[in-house]
């Protein structure tokens, strides 16, 4: 939404690779790394939503928040701290309902930022936005 309001629908395919790209590398590492989820391992405190039934790490939500933020902050530099501060706010949630431990959202938001400096790299490369590399 907010590429479109901003008059820059250029961004939105980034937008959407980034999150496509960053969710199947997170499914991927958590087919291979076995964490078990918090709510798993433990049986105090209850997870306060219903618990996926995969893997623990990384965190897809924070990978997923972190590769379209960046993308984002790249294109709108003054939204940066918002746009980051939404993102932690969505990893930090991930830890507060009981489904992720602190370092899988670290992981998945380290695996985000990477993906996003990639697609928008990419995506100047390919001139369809005018996100910075």
């Keep these: 939404m907010l590429a479109l309001l901003r008059r820059r629908p250029a961004l939105v395919p ?30 105090e405190p209850k997870a306060l939503v219903p618990v996926p039934h ?12 972190f590769a379209c933020g960046t993308v984002l902050a790249l294109a ?13 706010a969505i990893g930090f949630s ?12 670290l992981g998945g938001a380290l695996l985000g930022l990477v993906v996003g400096l990639l697609v928008a790299r990419l995506g100047v490369r390919l001139g369809r936005s005018g996100a910075r590399p």
Excluded: M, Q
């Design 14 to 43: 980034l937008v959407l690779a980034a999150d496509g790209v960053a969710d199947l590398l997170a499914r991927a590492i958590k087919s291979v790394v076995d964490v078990e989820r918090p709510a798993v391992r433990y049986a």
């Design 54 to 65: 995969d893997h623990s790490f990384p965190s897809g939500h924070a990978a997923t928040s």
């Design 76 to 88: 709108f530099p003054r939204l940066a701290v918002p746009l980051y501060v939404l993102a932690v």
């Design 94 to 105: 991930r830890v507060y309902v009981g489904v992720h431990y602190p370092l899988d959202v």
